[in-house]
T-cell receptor
Framework: GDSVTQTEGPVTLSEGTSLTVNCSYE??????LFWYVQYPGEGPQLLFK?????EKGSNRGFEATYNKEATSFHLQKASVQESDSAVYYC???????????FGKGTSLTVIP | EAAVTQSPRSKVAVTGGKVTLSCHQT?????MYWYRQDTGHGLRLIHY???????EKGDIPDGYKASRPSQENFSLILELASLSQTAVYFC???????????????FGAGTRLSVL
């Protein structure tokens, strides 16, 4: 079946350092890949999505490249800020299907 | 701005009791979902619906029922609440996905359920 695996947390970083959250997926279909972010006390919200292989998505300084050959979609940010502290979810949705499949989430804490 | 509203925001229930979680959306979306969030498991799909008066099972439907009386409203029902159902529950809505078109999920703020 379809699945998403991402970096186990929690992750603690100092402000100004770089972030990588690994995400790999399994599916036999044609997925769109997503990164969602969840701030404390809120529901998850879309960070960005990439519908096509070998393309890059980005938002708020975060970026990820849809690598079809490696079945990966790693989230990166060059310099994190305290306001980036949140839980990050990698997800996929196959074309023509309505279900989303989420990873287990990675909790990020950025220390000033 | 898309809006999904959940009620209550938190609830304490007794084992064996009945619990109803409610969700209301003003997005005019056809699809609505119930997800469960647990530490170590992330977000897992319980039930979803693509039209009023119809619901579909997700990945973990056991112990849960769902009801979609209108396009705007979607409820999750725990007929006999158990300790293992203590979790945070999220409702979400989305537009349908024609082939080649992918839309996103809009989540509510969640309901924290504690079963004692």
């Amino acid at each position: 079946g379809d699945s998403v695996t991402q970096t186990e947390g929690p992750v603690t970083l100092s402000e100004g350092t770089s972030l990588t959250v690994n995400c790999s997926y399994e599916t036999k279909q044609y997925p769109t890949l997503f990164w969602y972010v969840q701030y404390p006390g809120e529901g998850p919200q879309l960070l960005f999505k990439v519908p096509k292989a070998n393309e890059k998505g980005s938002n708020r300084g975060f970026e990820a490249t849809y690598n079809k050959e490696a079945t990966s979609f790693h989230l990166q940010k060059a310099s994190v800020q305290e306001s980036d502290s949140a839980v990050y979810y990698c997800a996929l949705r196959n074309t023509g299907y309505q279900n989303f499949y989420f990873g287990k989430g990675t909790s990020l804490t950025v220390i000033p | 701005e898309a809006a999904v509203t959940q009620s209550p925001r938190s609830k304490v229930a007794v084992t064996g009791g009945k619990v109803t979680l409610s969700c209301h959306q003003t997005n005019n979306h056809d699809y609505m979902y119930w997800y469960r969030q647990d530490t170590g498991h992330g977000l897992r799909l319980i039930h979803y619906s693509y039209v009023a008066d119809s619901t579909e099972k997700g990945d973990i439907p056991d112990g849960y029922k769902a009801s979609r009386p209108s396009q705007e409203n979607f409820s999750l029902i725990l007929e006999l609440a158990s300790l293992s159902q203590t979790a945070v529950y999220f409702c979400a809505s989305s537009e349908p996905t024609p082939w080649g078109s992918q839309n996103t999920l809009y989540f509510g703020a969640g309901t924290r359920l504690s079963v004692l």
